[in-house]
């Protein structure tokens, strides 16, 4: 069974820093990308960044010079580093990823979402 666990979340005063990880398992054989998404109360998930198993990224216009995302292929392991964090980054931050598992058809898979907090 596929699982994507992410961590790092927390509250965090506005100007701070965080580092969201998620770990992908479950017997997976390739992860061709994976992304962060994010939902705050009363708002539809958005894409926040992704990154392809080739390393090329993008960034919602909101985030970018703000926020990197980066991939570790050989750990299955995914990462959004956030820094100079605002109140309306406030949200739950969802992990992606776009793997093949076996023989299996290509497929998405999310994380639960940790919250993230930014308040003084």
């Known amino acids: 069974q596929v699982q994507l666990v992410e961590s790092g979340g927390g509250l965090v005063q506005p100007g701070g820093s965080l580092r969201l990880s998620c770990v992908v398992s479950?017997?997976?054989?390739?992860?061709?990308?994976m992304a962060w998404y994010r939902q705050a109360p009363g708002k539809l998930r958005e894409l926040v960044a992704a990154?392809?198993?080739?390393?090329?990224?993008r960034y919602a216009a909101p985030v970018r010079g703000r926020f990197a995302i980066s991939m570790d292929n050989a750990e299955n392991m995914g990462y959004l580093q956030m820094n100079s964090l605002k109140p309306e980054d406030t949200a739950v931050y969802y992990c992606?990823?776009?793997?093949?598992?076996?023989?299996?058809?290509?497929?998405?898979?999310w994380g639960q979402g940790p919250q993230v907090t930014v308040s003084s």
């Open positions: 992606n990823a776009d793997l093949t598992k076996g023989g299996r058809p290509r497929a998405a898979y």
């Open positions: 479950g017997g997976i054989s390739r992860i061709h990308a």
């Open positions: 990154i392809t198993g080739g390393g090329a990224t």
